[in-house]
């Protein structure tokens, strides 16, 4: 019996059958873990496919000495997984592994053992590349970045709030007193569910995060791969997904300033959004139409700047 957990791997899924066999059996075969205990955690976002089957399959003929955990989280979206599993698990680190992440054999301790070192990060990423089904075509290259693609040296890296720039939340370790010292009860976004393509919960949860105390750094130790179907790199898939992006943005770039300010940076987002879609339809003219990277850019900035008047048009603002 382990009294203590110093770790806990967070799997959030939903319809995950597919990607997860392949995920569990890397963490089976994780190196160098053993000066620290360690758990998974599966949060079944209340999936419809295998996923439940397929966890306690495992379960049943588990024979590590970490325990493998199932919960279901019913409320649909990536933020309400995400708050399962703080409640759920027993370390006070976290590490959230995406369904589609797949890491290298030392990925765990070297998450662990950067939480040694960095003691005032309360949260830090992986360096993540991708695995294409299909590789992108020349005029994609530039929205590479989009698809959760970090890549961004071999040295340890602390993201400067000024620069705002936030990782992903694949392969993002969080640690316990951080999120609760950070994050409000209720948050604003909650991620995609039901059709819906609202998006930018995970960055929401860091600007959190990075506003108070906290540090958060990159770690290009911790090294994964996010498997990318082809499907994700078809305009009927990417044109709401860029719209999603942009429609988000408010919260995230209204999280760094007090609310006395917020009328004002308002603004001058909202004037340097026009800025982008008129130089936009400028450079482009009747090309958005045929370029998908154009068209998905434009997505993105016309929900920019839609964002604040979608967001509090259907109640989501409420929250704040």
């Not at 319809?15 to 079944?44: H, M």
């Not at 009328?263 to 045929?290: E, Q, S």
């Amino acid at each position: 019996m382990i009294d203590k957990i110093n770790f806990t791997i967070a799997i959030p899924t939903y319809n995950g059958a597919k990607y997860l066999p392949e995920l569990l059996e890397r963490l089976k075969n994780q190196i160098d873990t053993e000066s620290f205990s360690w758990e998974i955690i599966v949060i079944d976002n209340n999936s419809t496919d295998k996923t439940a089957e397929i966890v306690k399959k495992y379960q049943s003929d588990w024979k590590e000495n970490f325990p493998l955990k199932y919960f279901l989280e019913t409320r649909q979206g990536a933020a309400y997984a995400r708050e399962c599993a703080i409640k759920e698990a027993k370390a006070d680190l976290i590490g959230f592994l995406d369904d589609d992440n797949y890491p290298v054999s030392n990925w765990v301790s070297k998450a662990y053992t950067f939480s040694q070192k960095y003691p005032h990060a309360g949260a830090y990423a992986s360096q993540i590349h991708p695995d294409w089904e299909v590789y992108p075509p020349e005029n994609l290259q530039r929205l590479i970045p989009f698809f959760a693609i970090t890549e961004r040296g071999n040295l340890p890296l602390l993201y400067e709030p000024q620069k705002k720039l936030l990782p992903p939340s694949a392969g993002l370790v969080i640690r316990r007193q951080a999120w609760l010292e950070s994050i409000p009860e209720k948050s604003i976004l909650t991620g995609r569910a039901n059709g819906n393509m609202l998006t930018g919960e995970d960055l929401e949860i860091l600007s959190y995060i990075q506003n108070s105390a906290w540090e958060i750094w990159y770690n290009p130790e911790m090294e994964l791969y996010h498997q990318i179907p082809a499907w994700r790199l078809r305009e009927e898939y990417l044109l709401p997904f860029f719209r999603g992006i942009g429609l988000s943005r408010y919260v995230t770039r209204m999280a760094n300033y007090d609310n006395w300010v917020k009328p004002i940076i308002l603004i001058l987002y909202i004037l340097n959004d026009i800025r982008k879609i008129i130089f936009h339809v400028v450079k482009y003219r009747l090309k958005i139409k045929n370029d998908l990277a154009a068209a998905c850019e434009m997505n993105l900035f016309i929900g920019s700047l839609e964002s604040p008047f979608y967001l509090w048009k259907n109640g989501y603002l409420s929250k704040d």
